[in-house]
DNA sequence: CATGAATGAGGTTTCATTCAT
DNA sequence: TATGAATGAAACCTCATTCAT
């Protein structure tokens, strides 16, 4: 047993930090946040409570970060090449990567959806949606004015809507939802 | 120095469920069902807790009434003339209406939305939202296959699943979202 | 619908105040006092709560009534001709008595026998106990001490003792204990 | 700061449940079951209510571990040494044996005799009390048999009743009842 | 005499958080 | 770093009692 070194503390730390964000992110879809107890976050991911206090100020810091980590990979979704012409090939990736991970990780979706209605909460982290949300929402504007279209501003707005409405239903019947033929569907809308 | 009539009684009591029901209503929908107090509900109603225990076995049954109240709405909103010609004017009135109803009593909807992906909470209702919701579908697909469509089933999925979205985008933007512009955008698909 | 005449009311006050006592003491028997409420009783007795503040001052109150009237019986139970000479056969008589209403009436045995170990409730109707069984207790030591027995206290108490403890355990099993059996066991110890 | 070993947390946890149970028990002999609240334990026991939930599930659950450990010693009280030969004598030690623990401990017979009646309580032990006391009971038929009775069935159930009869009108009464003289006086029924 | 709506205190239970080790 | 005992506020719910009619 000799003392760990400093690398060590790190990875230790970081394996547990990615053992608790994945274990809440998991229940928290499943049962709701405000319906999981940190009790039981820490008895699925086999720690102590107290453990989890050591890396998370409170639930809510949790949440958020737990939240933070997902919104993260939706800033880089939207690759554009070139921002002053935005191609059609480039917004269907962004969708066809919306729709992979919505099966891949349909975890955070699930949160994503049920919190989205509440204010007080989604206020947590409000600004790293607005963010990562505002520029999508930003290229896909300029996409369709580039295109001539009349009213990108309502058109960028119909496209995200109906994604969402997509990925909502697909998680409420995922072995029912016909989700490649829908998203087929969208690819022709745009 | 009588008792009251029983009709006197019965109108106290519908008066007070009402009371209860729309300001549970107005409450779960801006924080969600769970974190909504039941000592918040009889605040906002300026009435005692047991009192609402009085006219609901518990929380969870309140919820349950909450909702039954406003899914019966939907039973009769897609009114259908003649079963084997179901024409488009009816489901675009449909579709009018729940955007109506959606400006008009947002509430119902927000709860909807925050609810619909937890499992748990959602058997609740789930006898009622499978009888309302399953005849509005097998209508559309109905519609779908009277004109001819390849694959009515995935049009009508389609068609649920983006007035569904635009709906929760317009919750989450009340004043930004071109709901009037999006409408007409979905008329046009039909 | 002619006023009610003063007799007119007075039956009916009587009859209501025997329906909920009757109704009272066959729940608190079942379910035990602190567990029966008084609607349980109102809903049982198909009258509404406020009519039985009418004639009972509290839940308490209604509880000593309650008892009271079986109690009372207990105090004719014992019937003694002459005070100096005591007969084994009124002894016998009383236990005999004591078996019958045990058979007749075992709701409040069931309550006594619940109720006898908590000195707060006991408290109730601590005087009336006292005043009924410490008669019964001093005319079954007046026959012993007739009889010449050493120790005629404790005699009795062994006799009311048994006797009890006979009643509780039949009332635990009413169908598989034998209680014609040790009725005869007990006249024969007398 | 290494946390404490799971020796230290079990001793922690044993002696906490220790002190609860016998909290409990007491104030449950006291005052009854349903009339002693969760607070009044804690209180009693000087810790917070919430810690009774770490030990306990519920407030049955309480109770039914209450009740269990007591009835644990039952099992082992009419002690025999040939089950084809009980001795009078083993009988005698197991009267003793009730009446010694009658006195040193009559919180749990002041318990056991104001639940004994009331059926839905009695279920959370009821497995527990039919083992313990269903074995007890077949040895005194065996002993009653083996002494060539009659009836020993009736015989072993008038030994138990009297002898809960005698507990019961005790612990009425602790000063003044002759517990020493009505023991010898069932010794001598045997 | 009779009703049941209404209250509020207090009951059981849950849980985020703290802290000694 | 890691544990889980401990707390206390607040959740859901029950119920004896009051009172207007």
Redesign the pocket.
Request: hydrophobic residues 25%.
């Given at each position: 047993m000799s003392p760990r070194t400093k690398q060590q503390?790190k990875k230790?730390?970081n394996e547990?930090i990615e053992l608790i964000k994945n274990t809440a992110l998991k229940l928290f879809a499943e049962n709701g946040y405000a319906?999981?107890?940190?009790?039981k976050i820490a008895n699925n991911a086999k720690?102590?409570?107290?453990?989890i206090?050591?890396y998370f100020e409170?639930?809510?810091a949790l949440l958020h970060d737990v939240m933070f980590d997902s919104l993260k990979d939706f800033a880089n979704a939207l690759v554009v090449e070139d921002i002053n012409n935005i191609k059609k090939k480039e917004i269907i990736q962004f969708i066809d990567w919306s729709f992979n991970t919505l099966k891949s990780n349909p975890e955070f979706y699930k949160l994503y959806f049920s919190l989205a209605q509440q204010g007080q909460i989604i206020k947590l982290f409000e600004e790293e949606m607005h963010k990562v949300f505002g520029e999508l929402f930003e290229k896909i504007i300029m996409y369709y004015t580039q295109k001539g279209e009349k009213n990108p501003f309502t058109k960028a707005r119909f496209l995200i809507a109906i994604v969402d409405g997509i990925g909502a239903h697909y998680l409420l019947d995922m072995e029912g939802f016909p989700l490649e033929e829908t998203r087929k569907m969208i690819t022709e809308l745009i």
């Open positions: 503390f230790i730390r547990k319906s999981t107890s940190i009790s720690i102590s409570k107290g453990l206090y050591n409170s639930k809510e």
